[in-house]
């Protein structure tokens, strides 16, 4: 069945630089979302959007985080510059939307290292 | 803003007992997704449901039709492979946040 991929698995890099992680959305789904799960701990909502846009974001939303879905190609997660506190699993997920009685989907997840 | 409210947080079960998970939600949710966490780190989704009741082997899901404000999760006849992180994740009527539960640490003893 569809899915949504998440390439690479593992990402480390080093704190200050500029990191984007990638998500291959289901094709013909509408809602894009971003998740941050610390090892063992609760599942984060970070950012959902719609129609090229941010439609709400949370307090973990930090101003160095940027979304974007160009020419609806990857939906991608930027952090610049990173910070240690930065290192989790990041969850893609894409959903249909309304109207729709079909679930959202998730990715395997990207682990991001900050050192 | 939208709250999960997820219980037990933690649970210790023998095998071949039942058990029974709940989320409760502060405000009336469109549809509610039960998934299981496992040891390396995966989503593995349940169950979807937008309404009613929905059953697949030993699992068995609700969504509180009428008031839209809670679901359960039920586990009958618990094995060692059910272990893991339950969570749920509700979506809210208006622009589609889905917000998860803090999860229900779930482990089997033979």
């Known amino acids: 069945g569809p899915k949504v991929l998440q390439i690479p698995s593992h990402q480390i890099i080093d704190m200050g630089q500029m990191v984007t992680l990638n998500c291959d959305p289901v094709s013909n789904h509408l809602y894009f979302y971003w998740y941050k799960q610390i090892l063992g701990q609760q599942m984060e909502f970070l950012v959902n959007?719609?129609?090229?846009?941010?439609?709400?974001k949370s307090k973990l939303f930090k101003d160095q985080f940027s979304v974007e879905r160009p020419d609806g190609s990857y939906f991608t997660l930027k952090i610049q510059p990173t910070a240690l506190e930065d290192s989790a699993v990041y969850f893609c997920?894409?959903?249909?939307?309304?109207?729709?009685?079909?679930?959202?989907?998730f990715g395997e997840g990207t682990r991001l290292s900050v050192l | 803003g939208d709250q999960v409210e997820q219980s037990p947080s933690a649970l210790s079960l023998h095998e071949g007992t039942d058990s029974a998970l709940r989320c409760n939600f502060t405000t009336t949710m469109r549809s509610v997704q039960w998934f299981r966490q496992n040891s390396r780190g995966s989503l593995i989704s349940l169950f979807y449901?937008?309404?009613?009741t929905k059953e697949n082997g030993r699992l068995k899901s609700a969504f509180d039709s009428k008031e839209r404000r809670y679901s359960t999760l039920h586990i009958r006849d618990a094995q060692l492979e059910d272990s893991g992180t339950y969570f749920c994740?509700?979506?809210?009527?208006?622009?589609?946040?889905?917000?998860f539960g803090a999860g229900t640490k779930l482990t089997i003893k033979p």
């Open positions: 449901l937008a309404s009613g």
């Open positions: 959007f719609y129609n090229g846009k941010v439609m709400e």
């Open positions: 997920a894409s959903s249909p939307g309304t109207g729709y009685n079909q679930a959202p989907l």
């Open positions: 994740a509700a979506a809210n009527y208006g622009n589609e946040k889905i917000t």
